[in-house]
Structures are given as structure tokens and as C-alpha cells.
């Protein structure tokens, strides 16, 4: 893939993320907030940084909380993509999108990152600039992918993981530790955790219980009071 494929499908996802994201209703917004654990207040959601955000409109956007419609598909039926264009393409990407659990391994030779899923036990080679920084082999994310050209693509939130999140998804008691400067290598998963987390993500709930265990380990800074 040329680097300026990736950087065309890069920059039309921003487009219709953003878009989507202003389709969010108030009280969708809320419900996300609160799924989070973050206050609402005047009509604004108490956060502290732009990732925290990030989370909120992950939500409403992907798969909102408290029963409500996904901004994404609201935005699709505006039907402002003519059919058969790269925006259509983009946005059907976008639609089939799946949150999992991943681990980067290397770079991958023809550009991105190989990572292997540790939900579904596959390898993934995934297009994103972040991921594809010197010092990201051996650490992991949750976060959404969406196929698109032979290759996965990062869209909306990327949560970070470390062995003390996993623990806390697993339901064991965990220590509580100062926040990481840099983003530890994660331990690799027993099989038996590997399907209890499998087991997990089948539930809607499963991007928010990964979220609320980042935030509660101060993966995203410390959450207002």
C-alpha cells in the first residue's frame, strides 16, 4: 500500500468521524459521560484532557450506552457519500468496525505495524502513525479497527493496556500503582485468560469496562472530581 493511500483513507476517516461525532445528542452524550465515570455539568462533560473526551465521543459515535443510536449511522443515512466513492468505502469500513484487544510485535514490511489480536489469536497489520513509533514493540491497546485495503486501520478511541488493566478485566484484585511514564510491555496472556476475555467481549459493555479499568489505573490522567 503507498503511503499516500493510507494518507487519503486517513484523512477521509477523520472527516466522517468528525462528522459523526457532531451528530451526537445531548442526552447520548450524557449517558457516555456517565457511563464513564465522568460528571456532566451544564450541559458539558466534566474531563480533563482531550483523550479523555476522545472516549465519550468513542461511545456515542460506536456504541453508545443507555439505548441509544450510533452517531456513525445517523451520519450515514444523511447520504452525503455518493456510492462507489473512497468516502462510501470509508464510511462502510467505519460501520463494520470491531473493538478488540491487540499487542504490537514489530514494524510490518510493507509499512504499519504487525500486532497480533489477542481476543481472536490472529495476526493484524495495522496502518497508524502512533502505533508505528520507535518503543511500541511489546506494548498493547483496545480499540476499534476497521478493514479496509488488505490492512486494519485504528478508528475512534485508543485505550492503552497493561498487565494491572488485564487483572482488572479479569476481576482480580490489583494493586494499585503509580502511573507509568511510558507505557509498559505487557505480559503475555495465559490461554485461560485469553477465553475469559473472549468471553467478555461478546457483551456490549465490553469498550466501557476496558475504558473505566484505563482510566481507573491513570492511563488517561486523573479523572475530575
Request: charged share 25%; net charge negative.
Amino acid at each position: 500500500m503507498s503511503t499516500s493511500l493510507y494518507e487519503t483513507y486517513r484523512a477521509i476517516r477523520e472527516r466522517i468521524l468528525t462528522a459523526a461525532a457532531r451528530r451526537i445528542p445531548r442526552a447520548s452524550a450524557a449517558s457516555q459521560a456517565r457511563a464513564l465515570g465522568f460528571g456532566w455539568k451544564d450541559d458539558e462533560v466534566q474531563v480533563a484532557n482531550e483523550a479523555q473526551f476522545q472516549l465519550v465521543l468513542d461511545l456515542g459515535v460506536f456504541g453508545p450506552m443507555g439505548g441509544h443510536s450510533r452517531a456513525l449511522d445517523r451520519e450515514a443515512k444523511a447520504g452525503e457519500y455518493p456510492e462507489g466513492s473512497e468516502e462510501a468505502a470509508v464510511l462502510a469500513a467505519l460501520s463494520r468496525a470491531h473493538f478488540t484487544l491487540f499487542r504490537v510485535v514489530r514494524p510490518h514490511p510493507e509499512g504499519g505495524v504487525e500486532a497480533d489480536d489477542l481476543l481472536r489469536g490472529t495476526k493484524l497489520r495495522i496502518e497508524d502513525r502512533m502505533l508505528a513509533q520507535d518503543g511500541m514493540e511489546g506494548t498493547a491497546f483496545a480499540g476499534r479497527l476497521m478493514r479496509l485495503g488488505g490492512f486494519e486501520m485504528t478508528c475512534g478511541a485508543i485505550s492503552p493496556l497493561t498487565d494491572e488493566v488485564i487483572e482488572t478485566l479479569l476481576g482480580r484484585p490489583v494493586t494499585p500503582l503509580p502511573t507509568p511514564r511510558f507505557l509498559p510491555v505487557i505480559t503475555p496472556l495465559m490461554d485461560e485468560d485469553v477465553a475469559a476475555l473472549r468471553g467478555a467481549a461478546g457483551a456490549s459493555e465490553f469498550p466501557v469496562r476496558v475504558y473505566r479499568a484505563s482510566l481507573d489505573h491513570g492511563l488517561f490522567g486523573a479523572v475530575p472530581e
